[in-house]
């Protein structure tokens, strides 16, 4: 009969522990991603977790409760860091939070159940655990493990984590207070336990960890809130001097463009006269005053406008980099229809463009020249569809959100005055990258 019953208390202890195991995978998935050499062997990651019951189970079966304890924080933690990418110190906090409910929950259940006391000494006594005690204990440890998955933070900000440092080892402290208090008991140092105390003193304990949870998480809610509008008016400023600085480079070349024009206007106007003048050359036999005059006529034309489309200044922008993108040996093809009135300030307009160009040409230059081609067509019905192809080498990498990023010094400052522009105007872009051709939508 004895054998029976230490079977089932076995089978029971077993079910425990394998329900504690899965429990602390949950909670490791939920705030912490998995290592990249991990990611597709599901199987070695459940032989860890069954490595990690067999050893709390074996642990457990000594009676001891400084080894079970020292058995339960290693199943955790083992797993934890061999599988999982601990990345800042929170993801521990909520283990701690963890171990103070549990630690306190046996703490009620054994004054409850007569068991604790201080004449238990070093012993875990299974045997005077019934199964609805048990059962309670585990219903308890589900209900601890969801409120802290559902409510505790899931975002890794290390700046946050340091201002809240304090906050988050109390947890831990409680456990000391609970682990020191635990082992008073057991070397018989409390001569009168006090059961209703030591039960007051373990329930003031949860309730101050519940507040400092709740604490925790509404304070950091509120400094992530701040950090991030701060790095918002950041990223805003950054942005608005990107775009001046754009603005100012682009109204420099409209004014070379404007000079131009205004030259063409005004050879225009004279046309008349001087085609008269070499008539006249001609028809008194001056053919060699007309030929001098003809050169002189050809070498003051304006060169580098040509016109796209009807507004002049993203004409302008378009003009000056395919003439970049030409004299580089680049084939272009253009084909452009964009108004003169637009819904959106055409120069930050004609600088979105300039920026999506310079990037075009930028990666056409990394190839041979017999290999590098640049199209821009750019299509206006009720909104503005432009896309921009061009040849690169190899494949662009793009980043999470899907946009392309590079390493090098002083790179990106284009792509960031260009999501700036889609963000101000609520547009829309794609870039889409494949190999060795690249290509951007923007629908404005």
């Not at 990345?87 to 549990?102: A, C, P």
């Not at 003048?277 to 007309?290: R, T």
């Not at 390493?407 to 872009?429: M, P, Q």
């Amino acid at each position: 009969m004895m054998s029976t019953y230490i079977s089932a208390t076995e089978l029971l202890l077993g079910a425990g522990d394998f329900l504690t195991i899965y429990l602390f995978g949950y909670m490791q998935r939920t705030f912490c991603e998995k290592r990249n050499w991990i990611k597709d062997r599901p199987l070695l990651v459940r032989v860890i977790y069954l490595l990690d019951w067999c050893m709390l189970f074996v642990a457990n079966l000594q009676e001891i409760p400084p080894l079970n304890l020292l058995a339960m924080i290693s199943a955790y933690l083992i797993p934890l860091f061999l599988i999982y990418q601990v990345k800042n110190f929170r993801e521990l906090t909520n283990f701690w939070f963890y171990m103070v409910g549990t630690m306190v929950m046996e703490v009620i259940l054994g004054i409850s159940g007569g068991y604790l006391n201080n004449e238990m000494g070093f012993r875990t006594q299974y045997e005077l655990i019934t199964p609805q005690i048990a059962l309670l204990m585990n219903f308890i440890e589900m209900i601890l493990v969801l409120f802290i998955c559902r409510f505790g933070s899931k975002e890794k900000d290390k700046n946050t984590d340091r201002m809240t440092f304090l906050l988050m080892a109390m947890p831990l402290v409680s456990v000391v207070l609970i682990v020191v208090d635990m082992f008073m008991l057991g070397m018989g140092e409390y001569q009168n336990f006090n059961s209703g105390q030591f039960l007051r003193t373990a329930i003031l304990l949860v309730i101050v960890n519940i507040a400092i949870f709740v604490i925790l998480e509404k304070y950091t809610g509120i400094m992530r809130r701040e950090i991030e509008l701060v790095q918002e008016k950041a990223k805003w400023k950054s942005d608005a001097d990107i775009m001046e600085m754009a603005a100012k480079t682009m109204k420099e070349r409209l004014q070379s463009a404007e000079t131009l024009m205004q030259k063409d206007r005004i050879m225009r106007h004279d046309r008349r006269h001087f085609e008269a003048l070499l008539y006249q050359l001609l028809e008194d036999g001056k053919s060699e005053e007309a030929k001098k005059y003809l050169e002189e006529r050809l070498s003051m034309e304006p060169k580098g406008i040509q016109k796209y489309c009807e507004n002049t200044t993203v004409n302008a922008a378009i003009s000056h980099y395919l003439s970049w993108a030409n004299k580089e040996g680049i084939q272009t093809t253009v084909s452009a229809n964009i108004p003169d009135s637009l819904p959106v300030d055409e120069m930050e307009l004609a600088i979105t463009i300039s920026n999506l160009l310079e990037n075009a040409i930028n990666a056409c230059l990394k190839l041979p020249e017999a290999e590098r081609y640049l199209k821009l067509t750019a299509k206006y019905k009720n909104q503005l569809l432009i896309e921009i192809e061009n040849s690169c080498e190899g494949t662009v990498p793009l980043n999470q959100d899907g946009h392309p990023f590079s390493d090098e010094d002083n790179h990106g400052i284009g792509t960031r005055s260009v999501l700036a522009f889609v963000g101000k105007t609520n547009s829309e872009i794609q870039y889409l990258a494949e190999e060795k051709r690249f290509r951007v939508r923007l629908i404005v």
